[in-house]
C-alpha cells in the first residue's frame, strides 16, 4: 500500500479553485520532488495534504489508506505529516529551542530529539538561545526542518527550500536529506530549481495549472519533455 | 513620612489593580480579544463567593477555593461555546459579543442579588496591620492582596515561559496555522487562555469583595483600571503588567492625599501621559506580537 495516495484531489481557496484533479502516489521511503512555476498548484497541494485547506471529498487523500481530507492540520500530524512550511515560519516569540520543542508538541516517538537536531544541524546548537528574527535565511531554513523532524514524522513535506538562499546555504541544506532519508522518512520535496530537484530525488512530478503534467525518474526524462510539462510551450 | 506611607499604600492596592488586569492582558495576548465584559466576571466572581459563603458558611478565601475552579470552567466553556465563533478578521465582532455579555451579566446580577451593596466579611484579615517602624504600618489585607498579585503573575509567567502549554500559547499568538500544523488545537488553546484569565480574575473579584463594598454596577470602572494597567506596563508584558497596576495605584493614592476627590482622575493623568509619551508601555512584551 502506497504511504500516500491522492486522486483526482479538487481543492482551492473559498472563490478560487487551484486544484483540478491531481493524481499523486508516494511509496515509503521515497523522495519525491514536484516541479512546477509559481501558481501551478504546488503549495496548495501540500496545504491541502497537511489539512490547511479542505480537498473536496475526504477520501481525495489517503493516508496509510486512511481517508485524510476531512482532518483538521492537529489531527494530521499527529497521524505523522509534518511540514516545513513555505517562508519557514519560525514562531517569532520563541528561542531556538523552544521552536524545535514546538515540534515535537503532538508528542510522537521516534529517532529526532533535541540533541539529534543539533547535530544535524550545528548551527543550531550553538545559536539554541537566539530568537528566530536574529538568524540568517538559511539558519531559519535549518530550524523550520529541524522543528518539523521533532514531530518524528513518517513522511516530510518540504516547500520551497531553496527559496531566496545562496547557491551555498542551499547545498547545506540539501546536504541534510540522506541524514533524514536514512531513518526510513519518505519526503516530498517542492523545488522551483529543476536541476536540484532533479538531483535529490527518486522520482519527480511535474504540475502545471492545478494538474500534474508529468511524472517519472528523472534518469528516464528527458530536457523537452520537462520544458513541455513546465511550461506549457 | 506621610508620603511614603501614601505611597507604600498606593503601590499595595496596585497589586490588585494588577490582577484586575492579567486576565485581561493574558486573553488579549494569547487571541487578540479585548473582553469588554472583564469587569462583570470580576464582579460576578465576587457574587459567586457570596452564594458559597451563604450556602456552606465558610469565609472567603475558602470560599475562593471554588468560586475559582467554577471561573475556569466558566471560562473555557464560554471561549469554546461563543468567543471561538467570534474570532476572524473583523475585530469589531469579540468585542461587540463581550460589550453584550457586559450588559447581560449585570443585569443578571441586579435580578438576582438586588442593586444593594455587599461585602465578603473577613475581620481579622481587614483590621490587623504589620507595623514597619514608628508611623508606617501596612495592612494585612493590602499586603496579602500583593503577595498574592506576585505570585499569581509569576506563576503564570513560569506557565508561558516553561512549560509546553506555555510555548503552545506563545506559538499560538505568533502564528496560528503554523501552530496548528504542530498539533496545537488552537480551540482548546484559546478556552484554556480564557479559563485562566477567569480563574485569575475570581481571585482579583473575591479579594475585592473583601477590601470593599460592590454592587452589580461596578464592572465597567474596574475594566477601565485594568485597562489602563495593561496600557501603563505595556502589551503581553505581566511584570509590566505589575508596574503598571503599581504605578496606577501609586498615582491615585497621591491624589486622594492631595484632595480626596481627585484618585481616579490622577491615576487617568497618568494613563493618559503614558499613552502620550510612552505608547508601548514601560516594560516591552515578553510573549507575542
Redesign the interface.
Known amino acids: 500500500m502506497s504511504l500516500l495516495l491522492a486522486h483526482d484531489l479538487v481543492a482551492g481557496y473559498a472563490d478560487f479553485q487551484a486544484l483540478f484533479g491531481v493524481d499523486v502516489t508516494i511509496e515509503e521511503g521515497e523522495t519525491v520532488a514536484i516541479i512546477g512555476a509559481n501558481g501551478a498548484g504546488k503549495t496548495t497541494l501540500l496545504r491541502t495534504i ?3 485547506l479542505r480537498s473536496r471529498r475526504p477520501t481525495d487523500i489517503r493516508f496509510g489508506g486512511t481517508p485524510i481530507g476531512a482532518l ?3 489531527q494530521i ?2 497521524l505523522g505529516i ?2 516545513v ?1 513555505e517562508g519557514r ?1 519560525p ?4 528561542n531556538v529551542a ?1 521552536n524545535l ?3 515535537a ?3 510522537r516517538k521516534g529517532p529526532w530529539t533535541l540533541q539529534r537536531v543539533f547535530s544535524l544541524f550545528p548551527d543550531l546548537a550553538e545559536k539554541h538561545s537566539a530568537m528566530p528574527p536574529t538568524l540568517s535565511g538559511g539558519q531559519q531554513q535549518m530550524l523550520a526542518i529541524g ?1 518539523a523532524l521533532m ?1 518524528n514524522p513518517k513522511l516530510l513535506l518540504c516547500d520551497e527550500l531553496s527559496l531566496g538562499l545562496a547557491p551555498i546555504i542551499i547545498r547545506d541544506i540539501y546536504g541534510a536529506m540522506p541524514g533524514i532519508r536514512a531513518e526510513g522518512t519518505t519526503i516530498l520535496i517542492i523545488e522551483q530549481d529543476i536541476q536540484r530537484a532533479l538531483r535529490a530525488s527518486d522520482r519527480v512530478y511535474c504540475m502545471q495549472k492545478g494538474r500534474m503534467t508529468l511524472q517519472g525518474r528523472p534518469v528516464e526524462l528527458t530536457r523537452d519533455e520537462i520544458k513541455l510539462a513546465y511550461f506549457g510551450v | 513620612m506621610y508620603w511614603i506611607n501614601t505611597i507604600v499604600q498606593g503601590a499595595l492596592v496596585g497589586g490588585l489593580y494588577a490582577l484586575f488586569a492579567t486576565g485581561l492582558s493574558l486573553m488579549f495576548g494569547v487571541m487578540r480579544i479585548i473582553n469588554l465584559a472583564h469587569g462583570d466576571f470580576i464582579v460576578l466572581s465576587a457574587y459567586l463567593a457570596v452564594v458559597v459563603m451563604d450556602l456552606i458558611g465558610v469565609n472567603p478565601l475558602v470560599a475562593l477555593a471554588v468560586v475559582a475552579p467554577a471561573m475556569f470552567g466558566i471560562g473555557y466553556l464560554l471561549q469554546r461555546g461563543l468567543l471561538n465563533f467570534t474570532l476572524g478578521d473583523d475585530i469589531l465582532r469579540p468585542l461587540l459579543v463581550t460589550f453584550g455579555l457586559s450588559v447581560v451579566i449585570e443585569n443578571v446580577l441586579l435580578e438576582v442579588f438586588s442593586a444593594d451593596s455587599r461585602r465578603l466579611q473577613l475581620p481579622w484579615l481587614e483590621t490587623s496591620s504589620i507595623q514597619l517602624g514608628d508611623r508606617l504600618a501596612i495592612g494585612l489585607m493590602p499586603a496579602t492582596v500583593f503577595v498574592v498579585a506576585v505570585v499569581v503573575i509569576g506563576a503564570i509567567e513560569f506557565l508561558l515561559r516553561w512549560t509546553a502549554l506555555g510555548r503552545a500559547f506563545r506559538a499560538t499568538a505568533d502564528d496560528t496555522d503554523t501552530a496548528r500544523l504542530y498539533g496545537v488545537n488552537n480551540r482548546n488553546i484559546y478556552a484554556l487562555a480564557t479559563a485562566i484569565a477567569l480563574a485569575v480574575v475570581s481571585i482579583a473579584g473575591v479579594l475585592f469583595g473583601i477590601r470593599t463594598i460592590f454592587d452589580p454596577t461596578i464592572g465597567p470602572a474596574r475594566l477601565l483600571y485594568a485597562f489602563e494597567v495593561v496600557i501603563i506596563g505595556g502589551l503581553g508584558s505581566l511584570w509590566g503588567t505589575l508596574a503598571g497596576g503599581i504605578i496606577l495605584g501609586v498615582a491615585q493614592a497621591l491624589g486622594a492625599a492631595f484632595d480626596p476627590s481627585w484618585d481616579t482622575l490622577a491615576g487617568h493623568l497618568v494613563f493618559l501621559a503614558v499613552l502620550l509619551f510612552r505608547p508601548q508601555g514601560l516594560i516591552p512584551k515578553t510573549f507575542d506580537l
Open positions: 497537511c489539512g490547511l483538521e492540520p492537529e500530524i499527529e509534518a511540514m512550511p515560519r514562531f517569532p516569540s520563541l523552544d520543542r514546538m515540534g508538541y503532538c508528542g522543528r514531530a
